[in-house]
C-alpha cells in the first residue's frame, strides 16, 4: 500500500493541536486542580497544630482549681487541690488572742520551775490535742515501772499506724531492747516503738492506758485524758498547765532527761544501722541549755513543743501548743528567751530611775 507524505496543512494542524493540549495543562483551572491536595493538607496539618496549642491553654486556666500531676499521651491526669485543715485551737477562735510577744502559738504557758512564778500565760486553761507529747507520759510510766531494759522488744503489726498512716523505719518483725525503744520514742518521737512500749506492758495496753490516765490525776493533770501512747489520736488532750506539771515529774528522772535532749542516737536492725536525730533543733544548739524537752505533731494539735531549760540563771518550764508553722514554735521559745533575758537589764534601770 502507499503512503502518502503529510503536506504542509496537515503539519500545521498537528501542530496546532500539541498547541492546545499545552495551553490546556497550564491553564489556571488546571493548576487549581492539581494544587488542591496539597492545600487540603496544610489546612488539615494547621488544624491539628492548633489542637493541639489549645490543650496547654486548656489545662493552664484549668490550673486556677485543680493542680496537674502528671500527663499521658491520652489525657492529663489531675488532683484537687484540698486546704489543710484547721487546727483545734483554730477552731476555737484561739490564734485571735493577742499577747505582748507576739507568739505564734496559740496556747503558750511558761514557768519559773523554782518559785512557780508565771511569766507567760496565753490560753493556758485551754484543752488541746497534745500529739506526741503524749510520749513523755508513756515514756515516764515506762522507766518508774522497774522493767528490764535490756530485754528484746518485737514490732508487729498492732504497732502500725492505723490513725494517721505515718511511716516507720522500725518495720514489723524488728526487735529492739525496751531502752532502745524508749530513747528512739522520746528523742525523735517514733510511734512504733512508743506503742510497743504501751503493748507490751504487763498487763497489755489497756492497762497500760488506764494507768497513764492514773498518773495524770496523781500529779494534779486535772484537764488531761489518753487514749493511746503515742500521740496520734486527738483524743489524747491536755492543757498547758497540766502540761507543765508533767514536765516539772519528768524532769526528776535522769532517764528522762538523757534519752529526750539526745541530739542522735543510733541502732542496729539486722545487717543495717539506722541514725536517728533529735526532732528539736534546739537541743544542738551550744546557746540553750535544755534539761528535759519534747515535740509533737498531727494536723488537728499544730506544732507543740514542751521543754525545761536554764535561761539567765533561772530554770524555766516552757509549753508551747498549736503553733502555726514548722518552725514556730522554736521560735516563740527565743522570743520568750530573749524576753526573759531582757528582763535584770530592765530591773536595773528602773532601780536606777528611781533612785535618780
Same mark, same amino acid.
Given at each position: 500500500?502507499?503512503?502518502?507524505?503529510?503536506?504542509?496543512?496537515?503539519?500545521?494542524?498537528?501542530?496546532?493541536?500539541?498547541?492546545?493540549?499545552?495551553?490546556?495543562?497550564?491553564?489556571?483551572?488546571?493548576?487549581?486542580?492539581?494544587?488542591?491536595?496539597?492545600?487540603?493538607?496544610? %489546612?488539615? =496539618?494547621?488544624?491539628? @497544630?492548633?489542637? #493541639? *496549642? &489549645?490543650?496547654?491553654?486548656?489545662?493552664?486556666?484549668? /490550673?486556677?482549681?485543680?493542680?496537674?500531676?502528671?500527663?499521658?499521651?491520652?489525657?492529663?491526669?489531675?488532683?484537687?487541690?484540698?486546704?489543710?485543715?484547721?487546727?483545734?485551737?483554730?477552731?476555737?477562735?484561739?490564734?485571735?488572742?493577742?499577747?505582748?510577744?507576739?507568739?505564734?502559738?496559740?496556747?503558750?504557758?511558761?514557768?519559773?520551775?523554782?518559785?512557780?512564778?508565771?511569766?507567760?500565760?496565753?490560753?493556758?486553761?485551754?484543752?488541746?490535742?497534745?500529739?506526741?507529747?503524749?510520749?513523755?507520759?508513756?515514756?515516764?510510766?515506762?522507766?518508774?515501772?522497774?522493767?528490764?531494759?535490756?530485754?528484746?522488744?518485737?514490732?508487729?503489726?498492732?504497732?502500725?499506724?492505723?490513725?494517721?498512716?505515718?511511716?516507720?523505719?522500725?518495720?514489723?518483725?524488728?526487735?529492739?531492747?525496751?531502752?532502745?525503744?524508749? %530513747?528512739? =520514742?522520746?528523742?525523735? @518521737?517514733?510511734? #512504733? *516503738? &512508743?506503742?510497743?512500749?504501751?503493748?507490751?506492758?504487763? /498487763?497489755?495496753?489497756?492497762?497500760?492506758?488506764?494507768?497513764?490516765?492514773?498518773?495524770?490525776?496523781?500529779?494534779?493533770?486535772?484537764?488531761?485524758?489518753?487514749?493511746?501512747?503515742?500521740?496520734?489520736?486527738?483524743?489524747?488532750?491536755?492543757?498547758?498547765?497540766?502540761?507543765?506539771?508533767?514536765?516539772?515529774?519528768?524532769?526528776?528522772?535522769?532517764?528522762?532527761?538523757?534519752?529526750?535532749?539526745?541530739?542522735?542516737?543510733?541502732?542496729?536492725?539486722?545487717?543495717?544501722?539506722?541514725?536517728?536525730?533529735?526532732?528539736?533543733?534546739?537541743?544542738?544548739?551550744?546557746?540553750?541549755?535544755?534539761?528535759?524537752?519534747?515535740?509533737?505533731?498531727?494536723?488537728?494539735?499544730?506544732?507543740?513543743?514542751?521543754?525545761?531549760?536554764?535561761?539567765?540563771?533561772?530554770?524555766?518550764?516552757?509549753?508551747?501548743?498549736?503553733?502555726?508553722?514548722?518552725?514556730?514554735?522554736?521560735?516563740? *521559745?527565743?522570743?520568750?528567751?530573749?524576753?526573759?533575758?531582757?528582763?535584770?537589764?530592765?530591773?536595773?534601770?528602773?532601780?536606777?530611775?528611781?533612785?535618780?
Amino acid at each position: 500500500m502507499h503512503h502518502r507524505r503529510p503536506t504542509a496543512v496537515n503539519r500545521l494542524f498537528q501542530i496546532f493541536g500539541l498547541f492546545v493540549v499545552s495551553v490546556a495543562l497550564l491553564s489556571p483551572s488546571a493548576q487549581a486542580s492539581e494544587r488542591k491536595k496539597p492545600v487540603a493538607k496544610k %489546612h488539615q =496539618a494547621q488544624t491539628v @497544630s492548633a489542637q #493541639r *496549642a &489549645a490543650v496547654p491553654r486548656k489545662a493552664a486556666s484549668a /490550673g486556677k482549681a485543680v493542680r496537674a500531676t502528671a500527663r499521658t499521651a491520652k489525657a492529663p491526669v489531675r488532683v484537687a487541690y484540698e486546704p489543710a485543715k484547721p487546727t483545734f485551737g483554730q477552731m476555737a477562735g484561739l490564734h485571735q488572742v493577742a499577747d505582748p510577744l507576739d507568739l505564734k502559738s496559740s496556747v503558750a504557758f511558761v514557768i519559773d520551775q523554782d518559785t512557780n512564778e508565771v511569766l507567760v500565760s496565753k490560753n493556758d486553761h485551754a484543752v488541746l490535742p497534745i500529739a506526741s507529747l503524749t510520749k513523755l507520759m508513756t515514756g515516764l510510766l515506762i522507766t518508774q515501772a522497774g522493767l528490764p531494759m535490756d530485754e528484746p522488744l518485737t514490732i508487729t503489726q498492732d504497732d502500725v499506724d492505723t490513725e494517721k498512716g505515718s511511716r516507720s523505719r522500725l518495720s514489723v518483725g524488728t526487735t529492739l531492747t525496751r531502752g532502745e525503744m524508749l %530513747h528512739l =520514742a522520746l528523742m525523735s @518521737s517514733e510511734n #512504733r *516503738a &512508743a506503742h510497743a512500749l504501751g503493748r507490751t506492758y504487763p /498487763g497489755g495496753l489497756d492497762a497500760f492506758v488506764a494507768l497513764m490516765n492514773s498518773k495524770a490525776r496523781s500529779i494534779g493533770m486535772i484537764d488531761t485524758k489518753y487514749v493511746e501512747p503515742t500521740g496520734l489520736s486527738s483524743r489524747n488532750q491536755s492543757s498547758a498547765r497540766d502540761l507543765a506539771r508533767l514536765v516539772n515529774v519528768a524532769h526528776g528522772d535522769p532517764v528522762m532527761r538523757e534519752f529526750s535532749t539526745s541530739p542522735g542516737y543510733e541502732v542496729a536492725v539486722g545487717q543495717k544501722t539506722l541514725q536517728y536525730n533529735n526532732t528539736n533543733g534546739l537541743v544542738k544548739n551550744p546557746e540553750w541549755t535544755i534539761g528535759l524537752q519534747k515535740t509533737g505533731y498531727i494536723s488537728e494539735a499544730g506544732r507543740c513543743l514542751v521543754m525545761q531549760t536554764h535561761i539567765a540563771g533561772r530554770k524555766l518550764i516552757m509549753v508551747f501548743l498549736d503553733s502555726a508553722g514548722k518552725f514556730s514554735r522554736l521560735g516563740d *521559745a527565743q522570743r520568750v528567751r530573749h524576753w526573759v533575758e531582757s528582763l535584770p537589764a530592765l530591773g536595773a534601770k528602773l532601780q536606777a530611775a528611781r533612785a535618780g
